[in-house]
């Protein structure tokens, strides 16, 4: 059974940082690409950035590009997303996600706010 369960959320002021993980267990986790989505309150969940199953191909989002960055370690089965020069409209929700599978774990919340 695929368990993805994000943590390292937290209320930050603007131009701060925080790195968050997702610990992920139930399937081969070194042989899939992993994503991170967001999902701000009244907003779609979008993609914030996805790294490839050996952590060497990366893509971001255009509001995230140069802010943020999606890295991995297959011999703990955890993707983490550091993300620098928060800004308000950071605000949201963050998720998890393998690419191609219809898993969400519970989400972290990350509040940017002065």
């Known amino acids: 059974q695929v368990q993805l369960v994000e943590s390292g959320g937290g209320l930050v002021q603007p131009g701060g940082s925080l790195r968050l993980s997702c610990a992920a267990s139930?399937?081969?986790?070194?042989?899939?690409?992993m994503s991170w989505y967001r999902q701000a309150p009244g907003k779609e969940r979008e993609l914030v950035g996805t790294?490839?199953?050996?952590?060497?191909?990366?893509n971001y989002a255009d509001s995230v590009k140069g802010r943020f960055t999606i890295s991995r370690d297959n011999g703990k089965n955890t993707v983490y997303l550091q993300m620098n020069s928060l800004k308000p409209e950071d605000t949201a929700v963050y998720y998890c996600?393998?690419?191609?599978?219809?898993?969400w774990g519970q989400g972290t919340q990350v509040t940017v706010s002065s």
């Open positions: 139930g399937f081969r986790f070194s042989t899939n690409a």
């Open positions: 790294i490839s199953s050996g952590g060497g191909s990366r």
């Open positions: 996600n393998v690419v191609g599978r219809p898993h």
